[in-house]
């Protein structure tokens, strides 16, 4: 193999995730390196796996330009030289080739594939073409049960031992629906352990972690998450905290701007993440209805029935419930919106989301019969007793205590952006259609997640009858401009029907 | 939609065709834009689209650092001020969607995809989803015709009226096999028109432009091109001189790290050069046999088929010749040493390659029967009469004088790697096997193709008898160190299996 000593040109831009070095033209056709293939690159301690890219300007013949990802793996400078060699191309490539001709994977070609997109040794082309084959040639229960292993292998794990430990998870899609920050208590005041990871906003306007963000800190260290989890029996935390099933995000990255959620994938995705925090006990909300990810109840009959199925090859119990998706759950959509929905409800606040409220009982519930808490059918009386009791808030103000926050945060203490715009009727009416997707897009265009404060205050909802002029919904904004961006988009959209 | 201005960063470093722009992150997320978003840049002129890569180092908030791509395209230098506005993403992604979910895609979409992929206004991301899915759930025959169309629509065309324009297309794999040297001229000095472009290598010791390059320059401007085929009915240029069908090469790029050679876009690939550069008459040669992408009669049955078809679609008139792939045609694999078994044809020396000969002979008949030359089982004869007279010979040096070299170049005059390792028969027997991808890497990690002296001299033909001790092929190098990576790499293959 040939083997050259390059200097080390840092270019100080990063890739988003992938390894990739920079060699001059003259110096790849030298060694025989074309555009995408792999060099092995190391300074006398661990070698790492870059692809290559080809320049006629950034670098020098003699010399090997490093975007940031390496350079920081590399722990080099400028001018420092590097041990550069061809290598062959990673593992995962070649059962990736299988893939693409239609062949079902083993095991072994499974986990070679999720190392290589752990260790971002595949190039965008090589991620892509697993991704889109697995999407258009399907993956089988066997695959996709043996890409959640492979996900879970190829993490951090969190371990609370042999006893039950629940989860929860939503499918998404429904603006609001901070169900999980009033389940977490609920259930953890119980003596139930439920150690709840949750993912930031991508393109929604909040997710359940930004909006936990707006009371304490959610970006904790794995040892104190385990340490929460121990003494309070629950936690809500960033699931990027530590290194769970890390290839999800990198998966993630590549389906986002496809607008695809391919089906095992997700499945694979979603049951990592619990197994890698120790969850034997999940129960997941499929919100069904226009606009969701489910629109129809076929679409989600499917899906409980495949979660049923991975569950049983993975030793897990799993329950899925239907939930209506048709509207946003609460009151606020945005991170400090959310927040204060949050706290009426554990606070019995007369103005608080009834509907926000009903749902987590009912998730809550389940979980207390899945665990022999309340015998069938007696979960929701005490879930309501809980909440009523003001344990559940307890619970709550010891666990934002514990990763870090006030827990005696007032929702009168909590900021909402105070550009406003208020949304009226425009005739009377029932109201029969509220559109997810723009009320997301209006909540983004004020600015949420990145400004707390941002984001929409939803007061009609499904079947409500209005006058003309009643007020249906307010924008809040941190800034005059992004109020102004947040009309415009609401000024293009039809968020409610009134007929 | 948010607009604003930010001051330019130059990065100096190429992406490798797509436009790609870096912002800050705080600036990405006041602008609402996540990776892989677009955003229309511009500074008064034209506008481009780019895709946008978000940092944290590389450029600072109120920047925008350009790749090299939009940085020629846009004509800035740094601290010029730009006007970047986020737009949505292109048409061709809604297409690639539809392609994702199995759907057939009409023209306007294949044009809208078509149009996208040569603007360079796809990701990686999503121009491999196109491919891909394109490769996972195949192009109907109208899918296949309505992107050839788009490609040629996209890039330049030449005109030579309405008459007869032949070409020749090989599908390859096999080293050496440079017939299109022989064919040209024969075919030219008869009158016929055939304006022939070709492809340099890829992953391939030469193509036929590398070994042209030998004798003469083959990136020729447009209106040259044309003069020279006027003139003297041929010519043997690069097919990357002007705009050919240029979306060809940006799907290559991606199908050559995935090894695949999705049929569709090769057939529209194929046609789309033919048809651009006006030709009505195509000649196909399919290479068959183990170790090349034709291994069965019945694939190469199929392409034939689908080649025909398509033809009758485009109203071009197109024929196959089946030809044996199995070993190298002519002796020499590598620019150089290809060059020289060409000129020992032209002139007929007593050692010329047999084989590269009769093959040229065969394809230039069928061209003869075509065009209404010679009479049905007649072309051959003409082919013979035309080499042996010397008169193709001549029309050869006309070309290469008007392409800017010298006609009367002796074999002599080239130069091939004095480095070199004789590769000898180790025991007694019939040659039973020849592994083409084994001679291909040899010889590309002997320099080829861009020492134009590397390569290889294959002395050695299936079928042969040969002695324990016999020369068998030659390895040539230009420098030492390349030499000895050959015979690395001949040490860990089978090139000529005895038996």
Redesign the interface.
């Known amino acids: 193999?040939?083997r050259v000593s390059l200097k080390v040109k840092l270019?100080?831009?990063?890739t988003?995730g992938i390894n990739i070095v920079?060699l001059n033209d003259e110096q790849a056709?030298?060694m025989?390196l074309?555009?995408?293939d792999r060099a092995r690159v190391q300074n006398g301690r661990n070698p790492i796996i870059c692809s290559v890219?080809?320049?006629?300007?950034?670098v020098k013949k003699g010399e090997i330009?490093l975007f940031?990802e390496p350079e920081e793996k590399l722990k080099v400078k400028d001018g420092d030289i590097l041990m550069v060699e061809c290598v062959s191309?990673p593992k995962g490539l070649k059962a990736?080739?299988q893939k693409?001709d239609?062949k079902e994977l083993d095991e072994e070609e499974i986990y070679d594939i999720t190392r290589d997109i752990v260790n971002d040794a595949l190039?965008?082309?090589?991620l892509?073409?697993f991704i889109?084959?697995s999407?258009?040639?399907g993956l089988s229960l066997e695959e996709i049960y043996n890409l959640t292993k492979a996900m879970v292998k190829t993490g951090e794990v969190l371990d609370f031992g042999k006893g039950p430990v629940f989860d929860k998870h939503s499918i998404g899609g429904v603006p609001g629906n901070r169900t999980t920050m009033l389940i977490i208590p609920i259930v953890a005041s119980q003596g139930i352990k439920i150690p709840k990871t949750s993912s930031r906003a991508?393109?929604s306007p909040s997710g359940t972690a930004d909006t936990v963000e707006v009371l304490c800190p959610v970006d904790l260290p794995k040892k104190k998450i385990k340490e929460i989890v121990d003494k309070h029996n629950g936690c809500m935390v960033w699931g990027g905290s530590f290194n769970l099933a890390p290839a999800d995000d990198k998966i993630i990255?590549?389906e986002?701007?496809?607008?695809?959620d391919a089906e095992g994938q997700m499945l694979a995705s979603i049951l990592a993440k619990k197994i890698s925090v120790g969850s034997n006990h999940i129960v997941i909300d499929l919100p069904m209805g226009p606009g969701t990810k489910l629109p129809t109840h076929e679409r989600a009959e499917h899906l409980n029935e495949a979660f049923i199925n991975m569950g049983k090859k993975l030793g897990v119990k799993i329950e899925c419930i239907e939930s209506n998706g048709s509207q946003p759950c609460g009151n606020g959509v945005g991170p400090s919106l959310e927040a204060i929905d949050v706290l009426k409800v554990l606070t019995n606040e007369p103005s608080q989301p009834k509907d926000l409220r009903y749902k987590s009982l009912l998730f809550a519930a389940k979980i207390f019969e899945m665990s022999g808490k309340a015998k069938k059918g007696k979960g929701m009386e005490l879930a309501q007793k809980v909440l009523d009791s003001g344990k559940a808030y307890e619970k709550f103000k010891n666990i934002i205590k514990a990763q870090g926050g006030n827990p005696n945060i007032k929702i009168s203490d909590i900021k909402v952006g105070s550009f406003i715009y208020e949304v009226k009727a425009e005739c009377r009416g029932i109201i029969t259609m509220i559109n997810n997707k723009a009320i997301a897009d209006i909540a983004?265009?004020a600015g949420a997640p990145?400004n707390h404060g941002a984001g929409l205050f939803v007061k009609a909802k499904l079947s409500d009858a209005v006058n003309k002029g009643d007020l249906l919904m307010t924008v809040h904004a941190e800034s005059r401009i992004k109020l102004l961006?947040a009309v415009?988009v609401l000024e293009s959209k039809k968020v409610f029907t009134i007929q």
Chains 1, 2 share one sequence.
């Open positions: 193999m040939v270019l100080h831009i990063e988003g920079v056709k030298d025989d074309k555009h995408l890219d080809i320049t006629k300007v950034a330009g940031v191309k990736i080739r693409l239609g190039s965008d082309v090589e892509t073409a889109v084959s999407y258009c040639r991508i393109t990255r590549v986002k701007p496809l607008s695809i983004r265009a990145y961006r415009e």
